[in-house]
């Protein structure tokens, strides 16, 4: 099971309505621990094993320069934080849970959160210039990595979060 619904919004936190901060904390954090929830009570009732893969994002681990992500980094970190409790409690049931923390990604999202300040180029090419392989991640390149945690060659992986992030998190803080 991947659990990878996600919504952003760009807001500082002094501006941020408590309907829009319980939006993005219900999609990702609320969803993703719902969707965690009943495959595990699902692997649980037909005793199966199972591996459990939830997308988290850099936000969880770094701070973005450009700001206005306390929301989407509160939920991500809290997905993040998850995993690692989801892992500790069904390991034993030999269910698997790890997170897939992708960099920038050629999707929709990133025109979402752009703004006329980022300029013709937007945060895509902000991204480029912060992420040391020079360019966005294609989203076949996130589903592969999942797909690996999946999978019987990661059986040994739990509690774990793969970086898929063209070393943006290696770098540390950013600007975009």
């Not at 991204?127 to 060659?153: F, M, N, T």
Request: proline share 4%; with cysteine; glycine share 14%.
């Amino acid at each position: 099971m991947v659990a990878g619904a996600g919504i952003e919004i760009s807001v500082k936190a002094h501006e941020t309505g408590i309907a829009d901060w319980e939006r993005v904390i219900g999609t990702n954090l609320t969803g993703t621990f719902l969707t965690c929830r009943e495959a595990i009570r699902l692997l649980l009732e037909h005793d199966l094993t199972g591996s459990l893969v939830c997308i988290s994002s850099p936000s969880a681990i770094i701070g973005f320069g450009g700001g206005a992500n306390s929301a989407y980094g509160s939920s991500k970190g809290g997905i993040s934080a998850l995993v690692r409790a989801l892992a500790i409690d069904y390991a034993a049931a030999g269910i698997r849970v790890n997170g897939v923390i992708p960099g920038a990604t050629a999707t929709p999202l990133l025109d979402v959160v752009s703004t006329d300040a980022d300029g013709p180029d937007g945060i895509a090419a902000r991204a480029k210039r912060q992420i040391p392989l020079g360019r966005l991640a294609r989203p076949e390149e996130i589903a592969e990595a999942a797909d690996w945690l999946l999978g019987p060659q990661a059986g040994y992986v739990t509690g774990s979060h793969l970086h898929v992030d063209g070393g943006l998190t290696a770098r540390g803080a950013n600007d975009f």
